[in-house]
């Protein structure tokens, strides 16, 4: 294989691991919130089962949309429901975190064993989704190999996207609590991870435009170094901005406090 492709499946693959990454802890931490009312054995059970769900929807997820990835209606309605779950929880995380905080919740009835872990595998399957569509999205543009195709997609994509998968169930597993405190030290790299999810729809739209049985942009410049150039470079910009422009936690309370 050239070497210019495996730096270029290289390098989607780093970011691929760096975004789920970011995606996995959050998860994770969701998960976690999901279970704590369990005692720790049920706990951990209940984690294991998240963990082998998990597992099995993103397999089943990719394999799924390998076989419906060139279909130009499916790739609008994931580039529409990367666009939604970027925006909508951008918009939840910076407008109603203060009202989240400032509102008294009432205690609400606690799953038991079972309907918990029934909760945790639906909340599997959205996370699922919403990580091999912003995967597709980012390896669809990747040249292809001349490795057999593995469903309905490229067999070097398949493998790029599956690894980085994989990578993101392994640092759910094992590395969470790392990425949950940098996000804690660090908490513009959450609405970060959510505007790279946006700019991946926006990817998939721009594809999906490029489509030869839509035509609105040229097939040429959707598939372009150009456009992966643009693509790479406001994805750095919007990383660098979670990273170098959110406030510190402390900063984040001070804030808060002059406001009240």
Do not use: C
């Not at 789920?20 to 931490?29: I, K, Q, R, S, Y």
């Not at 910076?94 to 919740?105: A, G, M, R, S």
Request: no cysteine.
């Amino acid at each position: 294989m050239d070497v210019s492709i495996l730096l270029e499946y290289g390098w989607v693959l780093l970011l691929l691991i760096g975004l789920e990454g970011l995606l996995a802890a959050d998860n994770a931490l969701v998960l976690a919130i999901m279970v704590k009312h369990l005692p720790e054995e049920e706990r951990r059970r209940a984690l294991f089962y998240g963990l082998a769900g998990a597992f099995v929807f993103r397999f089943a997820s990719l394999f799924i949309i390998s076989f419906l990835v060139d279909v130009w209606q499916i790739q609008a309605i994931g580039a529409l429901y990367l666009l939604f779950i970027a925006i909508n929880h951008i918009v939840r995380k910076l407008y109603f975190k203060n009202k989240i905080q400032k509102t008294d919740v009432k205690e609400k009835k606690k799953s038991g064993f079972w309907g918990t872990v029934f909760k945790v595998e639906l909340a599997d399957i959205a996370f699922a989704v919403d990580s091999i569509l912003a995967a597709v999205a980012m390896a669809m543009t990747l040249p292809n190999t001349n490795l057999p195709e593995i469903g309905g997609l490229d067999g070097g994509k398949f493998l790029v996207i599956f690894a980085g998968g994989l990578i993101g169930l392994v640092i759910m597993r094992f590395a969470a609590n790392y990425f949950v405190t940098l996000l804690h030290a660090k908490p513009g790299l959450e609405i970060a991870a959510f505007a790279i999810v946006g700019w991946v729809g926006v990817k998939l739209a721009v594809l999906t435009l490029g489509h030869p049985d839509v035509g609105v942009i040229s097939y040429e410049f959707a598939h372009s170094t150009e456009w992966k150039l643009i693509f790479y470079g406001v994805l750095l910009g919007i990383a660098a901005a979670g990273w170098f422009l959110t406030k510190k936690p402390d900063e984040e309370q001070l804030t808060d406090n002059r406001d009240i």
